[in-house]
C-alpha cells in the first residue's frame, strides 16, 4: 500500500515565477491536508480538502495561494507570483473517509526554494 | 491562549532516562488526541493516539485529563534514536465541522 505521495520532493522558483505541488493520497483516503513548514517553525495548517470540496482554507494566505482536489488526479497547492518568505516544506497527510479517525499520514513533503 | 500549547524546550536527557512532555488544550469539545513525532527535515509521524483510559506503547505511555484538559508522553528508558520533535494534535467536531490543530511541538536531545 504506497504511502502518500508528493512531488516534486524539491522546487526552485524565481520570485515572480508560479510553483505548482502535488499530492497523492494513500489508496482510498478521500480527505487531504496541506501544512506549511518555515525553517525551525512548526507545521501551520493551510487547507483542508475532500473530493472536489475545499472543507476548510482558514490557514491559506488570501492571496497568491490556491489548492484544489480533483475528482480525478493529485491535490493541488498553487502558489503564484512567490516571493522568497514562501521558501518552505509543504507537506500533504491524508486520512481515511469511513468512520471518524482523524489519523493523518504524512507524504515526504516538498521543499520550495525561492531565489 | 493558544488553542494547543506545548513546552518548546528543548529537553536535553542522558541515554535511559524518562522524560514526560506535557499539552494543554483550551477547546474542551476537545474529541481525539494524537501524538506525533517529527525528525529533523522529515514528515511527521504519528507515535501514537491518546485514549481516556490511557494507553501505553513499548517505553511510550500516553495519557489524557480532560478535566485539567491536557494530555502526556512519557518515554522511558530513553535512547538515542528518540531524539526529535513531538507534536500534539487535538481535534474537535462540530456538526461536519472537524477542526485538527497541531502545537508548535517540543524538541527531545538524547545524549550518550
Known amino acids: 500500500n504506497a504511502g502518500v505521495m508528493q512531488n516534486p520532493r524539491h522546487l526552485v522558483r524565481r520570485r515572480g515565477q508560479e510553483a505548482r505541488l502535488r499530492c497523492s493520497p494513500m489508496?482510498?483516503?478521500?480527505?487531504v491536508y496541506w501544512y506549511r513548514q518555515l525553517p525551525e517553525e512548526g507545521l501551520k495548517f493551510m487547507v483542508y480538502l475532500q473530493k472536489e470540496n475545499i472543507i476548510d482554507e482558514s490557514g491559506m494566505p488570501k492571496e497568491r495561494f490556491s489548492a484544489e482536489f480533483p475528482k480525478e488526479g493529485p491535490s493541488i497547492l498553487r502558489i503564484q507570483q512567490v516571493v522568497r518568505g514562501d521558501s518552505a516544506a509543504y507537506f500533504c497527510?491524508?486520512?481515511?473517509?469511513?468512520?471518524?479517525?482523524?489519523?493523518?499520514?504524512f507524504g515526504p513533503g516538498t521543499r520550495l526554494t525561492v531565489l | 491562549r493558544k488553542e494547543v500549547e506545548q513546552d518548546p524546550g528543548p529537553f536535553n536527557v542522558p541515554e535511559g532516562a524518562t522524560v514526560a512532555f506535557n499539552c494543554t488544550y483550551s477547546n474542551s469539545a476537545s474529541q481525539s488526541f494524537f501524538w506525533y513525532r517529527q525528525d529533523c527535515r522529515k514528515e511527521p509521524k504519528l507515535l501514537m493516539s491518546?485514549?481516556?483510559?490511557?494507553n501505553e506503547d513499548g517505553r511510550f505511555t500516553a495519557q489524557l485529563n480532560r478535566a485539567s484538559q491536557y494530555i502526556s508522553l512519557l518515554i522511558r528508558d530513553s535512547k538515542l534514536s528518540d531524539s526529535a520533535t513531538y507534536l500534539c494534535?487535538?481535534?474537535?467536531?462540530?456538526?461536519?465541522?472537524?477542526?485538527?490543530?497541531w502545537g508548535l511541538g517540543t524538541s527531545l536531545a538524547v545524549n550518550p
Open positions: 497527510a491524508s486520512s481515511p473517509l469511513s468512520g471518524r479517525t482523524d489519523t493523518q499520514y
Open positions: 491518546v485514549y481516556s483510559s490511557g
Open positions: 494534535v487535538v481535534n474537535w467536531y462540530a456538526g461536519n465541522n472537524r477542526k485538527l490543530i
Open positions: 489508496k482510498g483516503h478521500s480527505h
